[in-house]
Structures are given as structure tokens and as C-alpha cells.
């Protein structure tokens, strides 16, 4: 069990965090991030 982990966070989530290299970058953003 992960105690410190947010239940919040999903196994989906925590498998490509866990997955990401030196370099990749990760956003978190509502529907009003630009994406261009």
C-alpha cells in the first residue's frame, strides 16, 4: 500500500509518472490550457 500517495491520484496516473524519464514533462491543467 502506498500510505503517502493521494487516493486521489489513479493507478493509470501513477504508472506514467512512475514510467517518465530524464527530460519528459508532465502537465496538470483545467480545459483552459492553450494547447497550440
Known amino acids: 500500500m502506498l500510505k503517502t500517495i493521494s487516493p486521489l491520484i489513479s493507478p493509470?496516473?501513477?504508472?506514467?509518472?512512475?514510467?517518465?524519464?530524464?527530460?519528459d514533462e508532465i502537465i496538470f491543467s483545467d480545459a483552459h490550457f492553450p494547447a497550440h
Open 12 to 23: 493509470d496516473l501513477l504508472k506514467v509518472l512512475a514510467e517518465m524519464g530524464h527530460g
